[in-house]
């Protein structure tokens, strides 16, 4: 099958007709070079071919709709194709994978410039040479609304796999960064005001940094858990117990906000650190007596690092508990604010 | 990220809500049991993993948007899921490769029932189990239209890849099956009139038959040139001579096509038979000392093979020549009919 090229339905409006004609769009996008040595044949034929190295291949694939989790008016084209790949960088972190190559499919609607098309490419390219990664194949096709694909590939270590069923009793919960920025964002970019640090936390929604380094550097750690937090930790910490069939207990003043996070209405502030989702940092749990190398590999890589709570043994009062500064202890679910029984 | 729990928006359906909500999507489409023993991990974690072999990796990716690449009136929801798995094992096919896995992310409007989304599970649930294949992850979001969007692996041996760029001077050029059966499908279906052999050439269009084993069976070859007939025989051609520049010359009337064509318009069965496309058919090179092994394999294989050309030097006169009854030679251009110099 012919890839990257528009199948484009009758509606299409003529200037994207003659800007593929003119420019090609596979030559635009296409690497003139590849950095990954194990491939054998990127873009160009009916698919791409990764030459067999002994290591596990962790694969993944992501679905990303406009105005679903999107809109232009927060987005530039630019940071939308940024912030999709570093959402599937992000899944190759919490697998503890080396990402290595990666596959778009995008449905453009006619009202989209093809610069802007560009634009999308070319925020995931930039971002793509920061990991060192390739764009090796994929799919171009015309539709009503902008719709992206990544799938994205990477190389682990058959015991070094950072599995959420992982977690064990005694372990230390922990999670990299300042939950709730990337929500906070969306906010200043929707609600005209004045903010403190708007343009760090507007950052932090449209071009969030996947923890890819910080999870690969712990790969002296024989065993923890590990998952990335871009559905909010309610949800990615009920999916770490759920897997291990354990507990885990989180303290709530620990969880770990911007400086600036404050500014906020409370309840807001409550809602975006645990069910925001989108700041795509960590939430692993570790054994006590490897806590500090989760520390110093976290100072060495410049990544703030907050123990939050701890494994225990599954309680029937649920999977995540989160324990107040009243020391109140409540079941936090998966499910987003309104869910919750306090 | 969690996967194949849908993101909604504000604007869903309460129906699907609850679907989903009852049934968990996820449990409903994931495999109880995987076939491909080098799976490590399919659907449950951040991504999947796959164990080391010795073998190529071979990856493709497809997406699909509804009313462009299908349409409700002429295709099931079965079918609709059938298809693009289809096209995509074409592709492992068009390689010589060995499919294995595949991963489906999914865009479903507000006004797809759920039980018509799993339908379309459903017919790529029954084509995979064909040809043993897992689906190991994907995601699932809304949108405003049906978009599907697959990537496929497989396995391939390094040397015995069949890319585009092998056809070489004196090869035989060949095709399997009959082409145009998915255009005039598509056009019974869109045009009431009474036919023959409607049913067959419906099912073409609706539920092709990729030919997979077959180009694994041509495995003893060296080297050949592979494509999938998934534009029309004018692209892929086109494609092939560009790859391994050179000419393809064809003759028109030994292009194969069903006993019942004729019944159609000539303009419309000479169009279909060019340029249609969906036929998910192979065109190949090999050299002439290996064209009995081709023909041996497709009596084994029940596979219909028609040699209709040779590869030659690359011609000033263009990469692919169509050679009619009457010995005119014409330039067979990548597109559309409207595009021939006739």
Known sequence: MTKFLLSLNLAVKESLVIALDEFSFIDTIKQSMYKQSSLLKGIGDDAAVIGSIEQELVISKDMFVENVHFAKHTMKSYDIGYKALAANLSDMAAMGAKPAYYLVAISIPNDWPISEVYSIFQGMRDLADKFEIDLIGGDTVSGKELVISITIIGYGQKDRIRYRSLAREGDIVFVTGTLGDSQAGLYILNTPGNYRDSSYFINRHQQPIPRVEFALELMRLSRFSLNDISDGIASE??????????????????????????????????????????????????????????????????VKVTPIGYVTQKQESGFVLLQNRQNTVQRLDKKGFNHLSR
């Open 237 to 302: 910490a009920n999916e770490i117990a759920e897997a291990s069939n354990v507990t885990l207990v989180l303290k709530e003043e620990n969880i770990p906000v911007h400086l600036a996070f404050q500014q906020f209405d409370s309840e807001l502030q409550y809602k975006w650190k645990l069910f925001g989702g989108e700041d795509f940092e960590l939430i692993g749990t570790v054994p006590r007596e490897d806590w500090g190398t989760v520390q110093s590999v976290a100072d060495k890589m410049n």
